[in-house]
């Protein structure tokens, strides 16, 4: 777990890297902070496109050998971006970033699924994806200031370095697998399995929808806030681990109701908030710390679904548990491009106040699709099938 832990957070930190760079990297590569978010969009494209195979692959030829390639990959494609002279090789390797980094998510969640049991699942996936908050709350500033210190290759050199070091601890301490696992790649006929189940079919529907709010609204955040009230690169670190702890807090809280029969209405309530509270945000001039209490609301709120729908994933999801990971993953990612791409084109054409209506109306979308399977998402709850 410790190893995991440590995954987890070297690769959400190499993802979440550019948002409070963004204005840094449009200055000295001269391009408009619109056209840098795209190398958000990238990324996530390519985190999608490997998180559908990435479960499988793990499924099918281990979760130690998946690791290793897959953090090799993000190791130095992190380390290139410090030496991108150009917008291309930049955007290229923040492609191989997301094709490395797409992979570790359902690889971790499945390695915690093999070992742990199902009424304690819920809880442990919960607290792995709660590192993902804590990367928030500590990498996010701290890219700020390295930023502010030494130039955006600082920042990339910095936490290229955290995942060799990740690297060798999967290396040195991620267990060999006990007995024989079938080598082969079977990636239609889990996906087969999987996509044949309402739940997947609507909840995929669900996160996306809801992750277009997350991600299209943090994507611009820090931007919002230097430009709004005129704040320099390493200031903005301060709002920017507030709003992360917000994240953090709902990810954590989202353990306590991922078993629970209401958890559907807890995914459409806390949406519906966290969607108005992001129009909020981009939309209403209230002054600077009421704003960034705002955003830490609305992160918080939209942070309680993905963990849910990952933890009820397991239960559906039998011997294909980090297929069905990637798959929830396929769809978080899915909505970081489409929420970072949409943003960005309302942003070129409306302003940011475009980005709070993006929240508002995902976030609508994705309560009214949480209505298809409530009854059959509360009958499920704490239940594992094989």
């Not at 390695?111 to 919960?126: E, F, K, T």
């Not at 267990?175 to 309402?198: D, H, I, T």
């Amino acid at each position: 777990m410790a190893v995991q832990a440590i995954t987890v957070f070297a690769t959400i930190s190499a993802i979440l890297i550019v948002p409070p760079l963004l204005v840094e990297i449009a200055t000295d590569l001269d391009i408009s902070v619109a056209v840098a978010g795209q190398l958000a969009t990238a990324t996530f494209a390519a985190w999608a496109i490997m998180g559908v195979s990435g479960g499988p692959l793990s499924d099918s030829f281990g979760r130690r050998p998946v690791a290793l390639v897959s953090l090799a990959v993000l190791s130095l494609s992190m380390l290139g971006c410090a030496f991108a002279p150009n917008l291309e090789t930049l955007m290229l390797m923040r492609i191989l970033t997301g094709l490395g980094g797409g992979v570790i998510p359902p690889n971790i969640v499945g390695s915690v699924s093999d070992v742990i049991s199902p009424a304690r699942r819920a809880r442990a996936v919960s607290a792995l994806l709660s590192i993902q908050g804590l990367a928030a709350a500590i990498s996010v500033p701290l890219v700020a200031v390295l930023a502010d210190v030494g130039g955006w290759q600082f920042a990339f050199i910095l936490y290229g370095s955290v995942l060799v070091v990740a690297l060798a601890a999967n290396f040195l301490w991620l267990p060999k697998e006990q007995g024989q696992r079938v080598r082969n790649f079977a990636y239609f006929s889990r996906y087969k399995a999987l996509v044949s189940q309402r739940f997947f079919r609507v909840a995929v529907a669900v996160n996306v929808s809801q992750r277009i709010a997350f991600w299209g609204s943090i994507s611009f955040f820090a931007a919002y806030l230097i430009h709004t009230y005129d704040l320099s690169v390493g200031f903005v670190a301060l709002p920017l681990a507030i709003t992360s702890i917000g994240q953090m807090a709902g990810t954590y809280c989202a353990s306590y109701v991922a078993n629970r029969k209401y958890r559907a209405l807890v995914i459409a309530g806390c949406g519906i908030a966290g969607g108005v509270f992001g129009f909020v945000v981009f939309s209403v001039e209230m002054g600077m710390w009421a704003t960034v209490a705002v955003a830490a609301a609305s992160t918080g709120m939209l942070s309680v679904t993905f963990p849910i729908l990952i933890a009820a994933s397991t239960e559906y999801s039998g011997e294909s548990k980090a297929t069905g990971v990637g798959l929830m993953g396929f769809s978080n990612q899915g909505g970081g491009m489409l929420g970072a791409a949409i943003a960005g084109a309302l942003l070129a054409n409306v302003g940011y106040m475009g980005i709070g209506y993006m929240c508002v109306g995902a976030t609508v979308v994705s309560a009214l699709l949480t209505s298809l399977f409530g009854r059959q998402f509360g009958e499920s709850a704490g239940q594992a099938k094989s």
